[in-house]
T-cell receptor, first 112, second 113 residues
Framework: GAGVSQSPSNKVTEKGKDVELRCDPISGHTALYWYRQSLGQGLEFLIYFQGNSAPDKSGLPSDRFSAERTGGSVSTLTIQRTQQEDSAVYLC??????????FGPGTRLTVL | AQSVTQLDSQVPVFEEAPVELRCNYSSSVSVYLFWYVQYPNQGLQLLLKYLSGSTLVKGINGFEAEFNKSQTSFHLRKPSVHISDTAEYFCAAFNTGFQKLVFGTGTRLLVSP
């Protein structure tokens, strides 16, 4: 079956602009995670959705970051008023019932 | 708080030599342990996992890892590496209490002829 997909694969934007990153999880996976991978920073947890529960937003670095998950499936991560330090690879993962996380290929965001 | 430590940022090795990538974790609650591999410009791919049961787990591409509770370690091993194993390897622990995956900082494996 299809894995986790993310779009776009690459995004170049100007400082101050808003961006939206999309994640399509594996069908049937109820949990979805967003991570950020920066040079020298490793993998950083951003936000977690589980079913209909309120998302765990404890990893979002600022109020410029938000995410939603519609219909328990597709998720969108939005970054408002982008800054150069937001440049990173944003990874999405969906999780099985036995807690295995499957990752998408990521979106490479470059803020000029 | 839970943490995962990968002491080696880079491990150079010759082709067909054995390799061990070290991982230690700290947690006061039950954890599930994982190794992921990331090839250049790609996402993370699951290599192997420890959920319960046998402490020696085998994964894809000839890799294996051993869960050692007393030493809180989950080292990754391969008896004979290939050039194609050159990649970044991440150890991760899933904390069942917090429902989050905590990653180590990664180890870059460099296999040369």
């Amino acid at each position: 079956g299809a894995g986790v997909s993310q779009s776009p694969s690459n995004k170049v934007t100007e400082k101050g602009k808003d961006v939206e990153l999309r994640c399509d999880p594996i069908s049937g996976h109820t949990a979805l995670y967003w991570y950020r991978q920066s040079l020298g920073q490793g993998l950083e947890f951003l936000i977690y959705f589980q079913g209909n529960s309120a998302p765990d937003k404890s990893g979002l670095p600022s109020d410029r970051f938000s995410a939603e998950r519609t219909g328990g499936s597709v998720s969108t991560l939005t970054i408002q008023r982008t800054q150069q330090e937001d440049s990173a690879v944003y990874l999405c993962a969906s999780r099985t019932r036995v807690n295995e996380q499957f990752f998408g290929p990521g979106t490479r965001l470059t803020v000029l | 708080a839970q943490s995962v430590t990968q002491l080696d940022s880079q491990v150079p090795v010759f082709e067909e030599a054995p390799v061990e990538l070290r991982c230690n974790y700290s947690s006061s609650v039950s954890v599930y342990l994982f190794w992921y591999v990331q090839y250049p410009n790609q996402g993370l791919q699951l290599l192997l996992k420890y959920l319960s049961g046998s402490t020696l787990v085998k994964g894809i591409n000839g890799f294996e890892a051993e869960f050692n509770k007393s030493q809180t370690s989950f080292h990754l091993r391969k008896p004979s590496v290939h050039i194609s194993d050159t990649a970044e390897y991440f150890c991760a622990a899933f904390n069942t209490g917090f429902q989050k995956l905590v990653f180590g900082t990664g180890t870059r494996l460099l296999v040369s002829p």
